[in-house]
């Protein structure tokens, strides 16, 4: 399983609005809605078909998929091939699953490009800060512990070559939590359209990726949370086409101590939690999982660093600010054409 708190990354439920109509253009078409648990938290599949599933058949598939990932992913299973690549020596090349292999291809791709803001070795500094499994810190680490955290996470501590992975540092940990939901959510959607299934929603812990129409013949409503910490209410309804869509927010994950605010996530770069405006970043992209991923880099980038990595590199992303009292929005060029503003 995976944890929200693993990694401090906080996994903004994204509200989809699922009521369909009476009818559909066609009228043989039926609806069909598979949940179960996994990582940690629920999944949602909706998916609309002519033909006549077998929910069951589907569901035993649906699970034995995310099971498997699981057993390649999860740090919470002391046999997982994660697991035992964090329990392995240093400076010896672990072999990986191809999917393993492109889970952290796109990680590091990811951090590359965010100057390391994505960082799948930033456990022990999360934990530091008391934001992993042992829960808050009885008092702010001190410089020293914040330095010490910091000789065991880096990016620069592993070396992947081909499907080999090599940590050359003892104790470096890599979790990948900030973007295995959104490969889940990408290997369920695939499975769908091996069976002919081109109309779905497919939603695991709040990361979604859609396909097609709703039973209605219309667009998939999805609902953005406004960045508030003691209420639900809705910031946007949007439809996003066939894509996947992620947020990362860090308005309810978070302490107080000596009126200083500790936020959840933690930037690598500095060691300290990020001390920023930006209060939630969502992301559309044709992957989930790339869209996990980068929904979290531009969380701990700053403001201006983040529209800037957006701008030139063509991500659909809207960032929402808390400016006094208010939130202001910042919409990227790729998100204005690509996404369409129903509220």
């Known amino acids: 399983m995976y944890r929200m708190t693993r990694l401090g990354l906080f996994l903004l439920i994204l509200c989809a609005v699922l009521s369909c109509s009476d009818s559909h253009r066609d009228t043989h078409a039926n609806a069909y809605h598979i949940t179960g648990k996994t990582m940690g938290t629920t999944y949602n599949v909706k998916l609309i078909s002519t033909a006549s599933v077998d929910k069951d058949r589907l569901k035993a598939a649906i699970d034995t998929k995310l099971v498997a990932i699981n057993q390649l992913m999860s740090t919470y299973i002391a046999d997982s091939e994660l697991s035992r690549f964090n329990q392995s020596p240093a400076n010896i090349p672990f072999v990986l699953s191809p999917e393993t292999t492109l889970v952290l291809s796109e990680a590091l791709r990811i951090g590359e490009l965010s100057q390391a803001r994505l960082d799948v070795t930033v456990g022990p500094l999360v934990n530091l800060w008391g934001f992993g499994p042992t829960k808050r810190a009885e008092v702010t680490p001190s410089p020293a512990q914040i330095e010490q955290a910091k000789s065991i996470t880096g990016l620069d501590k592993l070396v992947l070559q081909d499907n080999r992975l090599t940590k050359t540092v003892s104790g470096v940990y890599v979790d990948l939590s900030t973007i295995a939901k959104g490969y889940g959510v990408d290997a369920i959607s695939e499975l769908l359209q091996e069976r002919a299934i081109s109309h779905y929603l497919v939603e695991i812990g709040g990361e979604m990726r859609v396909a097609g129409t709703k039973l209605g013949g219309e667009a998939w409503r999805i609902a953005i949370e406004k960045p508030i910490d003691d209420s639900r ?13 992620a947020t990362s927010g860090d308005y309810r994950n978070y302490y107080e101590e000596n009126g200083v605010r500790y936020s959840h996530l933690i930037d690598a770069a500095t060691g300290y ?3 920023h405006n930006t209060v939630s970043a969502t992301v559309v992209d044709v992957s989930s999982m790339t869209a996990d991923g980068l929904a979290t880099a531009l969380m701990i980038l700053s403001g201006e660093q983040a529209i800037a990595l957006a701008e030139a590199n063509n991500i659909a992303v809207l960032l929402i600010f808390k400016e006094g009292a208010e939130f202001v929005e910042y919409q990227s060029p790729a998100f204005i054409q690509q996404v369409s503003i129903i509220k």
């Open 233 to 245: 209410s809705i910031q946007r309804i949007i439809s996003i086409g066939d894509n996947a869509i």
């Open 273 to 275: 939690p990020i001390q």
